[in-house]
C-alpha cells in the first residue's frame, strides 16, 4: 500500500496539519519552509516535527507534499504511534538544546506534554526506537555537550549545569561512560566524534 492510498483509507485527505520526521533543528525547518514555499504550498506554521499548511491539501497536492519532503531528507508521519515517539524526540531536542528548564522528572514532563501514561510513552517509545526514553534522552545530552565542548565558550561546570546534572562530576562520569573519554581529554582532542543527532 503506498502512502497515497494509506491517507485516502485513513479519511485524512481534508488534513492540513503533519508530522515530520527526521527534523531535528530550526535549520532544518527553514530548509523545508523554503522549499515547500518554492513548491507553492501555503504556510501557516512549521516548527519542529510539525507543519500546518493554511488550506486542506487536494490528492495531488499531497503526492507533491510528499515528494518534496522526501526529496529534502524528511518523511511524513502517518501511523498514531510513530507522532508519538516524534513528539517525545522533539520534545527532548528542545530540552537540550534551548534555555528551557526541566522542572521536575523527565516523565512527568512528557506525560503532561503529551497527555499520555508514562509507561504507555515508554513501552511505544521503547518498541519503536529499540532504545529507551532515557536513553535517548542521556545521548541526546552528550552530543549536546560535546558540541559546547568544541565551541570552548563555556566551562565544564557551566555545561554540566546548563544540561541538568546535578555536578561536574556526575556529568563527568556518564560523559565516559558514553564516549570513553572524559569531558577535559575531548576538549584536548577535539576528534570528530559527534554523531548526528537524527541517528540517536
Known sequence: MNDLSALLILGRMDEKHFHIKNMVCSHCAEVLEEKLLAADFDI????????????????????????????????????????????????????????????GNLSDYLSKKIGKDYQQLSRLFSNVEGKSIERYYILQKIERAKELIVYGEQNLTEIAYELGYSSQQHFSRQFKKETGLSPSHFKEVKENKRISIDKL
Request: charged fraction near 30%; glycine fraction near 4%; aromatic fraction near 4%.
Open 44 to 103: 501557516q506554521k512549521i516548527e519542529l516535527g510539525q507543519l500546518t499548511l493554511s488550506n486542506p491539501v487536494t490528492a495531488d497536492e499531497y503526492e507533491r507534499l510528499i515528494q518534496v519532503v522526501r526529496n529534502n531528507g524528511f518523511e511524513l508521519i502517518n501511523d498514531k504511534g510513530s507522532r508519538i515517539v516524534e513528539q517525545i524526540k522533539q520534545l527532548i531536542i528542545q530540552l537540550v538544546r534551548t534555555d528551557q528548564e526541566l522542572e
